[in-house]
């Protein structure tokens, strides 16, 4: 399943791809559908981060008894650099649970045994130009998770007792080091309690945002201004255990979203300042198993909240699930949500990303009965394809699809292994057209696949769905 999409700026997601096999990530740009994945070599439970200049990405490739960090990174103009190795520890279960950088080039890895505490793990830093070598961490444990500005500073904040990535909690404790020096243990603004550390993360300027839980319903979040000091701590209360998520921008913006009896709840901090009060998100109450809320903030201060519900339905009880999501451009108010999937398969969420202006990436899984189909969707701020769905009759495929102006379109029905079945060519006015790629009765049963290119006077795009068709009696 998709582990981590991100941006490299306002075209293009990433999603990277790591179950039972090779590490492997897939593209998209504004104009196309996502391309087929690629490897990256053995290995998963990895970590990307975007920067002005690259995307990065690091992760553990284990060999024998030992674990060999890897990493890999891709310019703006879309070449990948070769995967290469920058230390190797002696763990089993190492996975890559943080990851910093700044936009000069620096960056902070970190790579825990989740299986055993007693097993070593390992901080690797980058300096701007230079190579990877281990972080000398001083006092703190190798368990820490560490950010980094662009002044060279970084912060470590840790549990103490073990990783946080195990079960239970503890106290934390915080540590500073400036440009060129040691870590220094601070004292810790987060008290006595104990806690399990959720999420910290921070800015080039040097913001951040930590986000804790002393008891389950409650999350409680610290905030520090750039050049400032971690402030006194907000503690919300709702559904937070896999039901809530955390996000900080680099702009400094930062969002929190969680559920309360039945609402999409967000809190939100536009940069320089402080939290404002909890809005909740115009939607219908999710009902069934609810997945999410999740949330990505883009560069700009994009905002993108998802959610996905899985319910049954008829009198055969089919169980269908459905995406939801709402966008908030920079300094605006959340939009109501929408439904982003066709509700046609059992559908969970997976990952969201946000990029500048608007545009949105969200990634869910679909249970076809024989195996899973991950699908995307994209929100653009003026879209050529405003709506896809397959509103197909038993044995036939048909698409519906509305443009925002008039273009010449492509539409291919395939299978699921990619044989090309149908291909149609057409040009069709902005608006709503329908084009049929297989009458009923004739399309053979399973799964397919149903791809359209559109392309305009100003600009082109592509889009997918998938259908599943009953076999012909």
Do not use: C
Not at 271 to 279: E, L, R, S
Not at 307 to 323: F, K
Not at 399 to 410: D, N
């Amino acid at each position: 399943f998709p582990q981590v999409p991100g941006y490299l700026d306002a075209m293009t997601a990433i999603a990277l791809l790591g179950f039972g096999g090779p590490l492997r990530y897939a593209e998209q740009s504004a104009t196309e559908s996502w391309a087929a994945p690629r490897s990256l070599g053995a290995g998963g439970a990895a970590r990307l981060v975007g920067t002005p200049a690259e995307t990065l990405v690091v992760w553990p490739r284990r060999i024998g008894d030992d674990s060999h960090d890897v990493t890999a990174s891709r310019t703006l103009e879309g070449v990948w650099s070769v995967p290469t190795e920058i230390g190797s520890v002696s763990s089993r279960y190492l996975r890559a649970v943080s990851l910093s950088a700044n936009t000069l080039g620096g960056a902070v890895a970190g790579l825990v045994e989740t299986n055993d505490p007693a097993n070593p793990s390992a901080v690797l830093a980058r300096a701007p130009g230079g190579a990877w070598s281990p972080l000398d961490l001083g006092p703190v444990p190798s368990w820490a998770r560490v950010i980094v500005g662009d002044s060279g500073a970084m912060t470590a904040v840790w549990r103490e007792d073990s990783p946080d990535q195990n079960a239970g909690r503890g106290r934390l404790k915080l540590a500073e080091r400036a440009a060129g020096g040691v870590f220094v243990e601070a004292p810790s603004p987060f008290g006595e309690l104990a806690l399990a550390l959720r999420d910290f993360s921070g800015t080039p300027a040097g913001d951040a945002m930590l986000v804790a839980s002393a008891e389950t319903g409650t999350a409680t979040v610290w905030l520090r201004p750039a050049g400032g000091a971690f402030g006194s701590p907000r503690v919300l209360r709702g559904e937070f255990t896999s039901a809530g998520d955390s996000s900080m921008g680099p702009d400094g913006t930062a969002a929190l979203v969680w559920r309360v009896r039945g609402e999409i709840r967000a809190l939100v901090r536009a940069p320089g300042g402080d939290f404002g009060a909890p809005v909740t998100i115009p939607a219908p109450a999710p009902d069934g198993a609810v997945t999410g809320p999740l949330v990505s903030v883009g560069p700009d201060g994009t905002i993108v909240v998802a959610w996905s519900s899985l319910r049954s339905t008829g009198p055969r009880r089919r169980v269908a699930g459905t995406v939801w999501a709402s966008v908030r451009r920079p300094g605006g108010a959340f939009g109501r949500a929408v439904v982003v999937n066709d509700r046609s398969l059992p559908a969970s969420l997976q990952k969201v990303a946000a990029g500048e202006g608007g545009v949105a990436v969200i990634t869910w899984g679909e249970s076809t009965g024989g195996g899973f189909v991950l699908q995307g969707a994209r929100n653009e701020p003026r879209p050529l394809i405003t709506r896809l769905t397959a509103p197909s009759p038993a044995g036939g495929a048909t698409v519906r699809l509305r443009l925002a102006e008039p273009a010449s379109v492509t539409v291919m029905l395939t299978r699921a292994a990619g044989r090309v079945l149908a291909r149609r060519t057409l040009s069709l006015p902005a608006g709503t057209s329908r084009v049929t790629l297989a009458a009923p009765g004739t399309l053979a049963g399973g799964r397919h696949r149903i791809r359209v290119s559109a392309r305009s006077a100003n600009r082109s795009a592509g889009a997918d769905v998938h259908v599943r068709a009953a076999p012909t009696p």
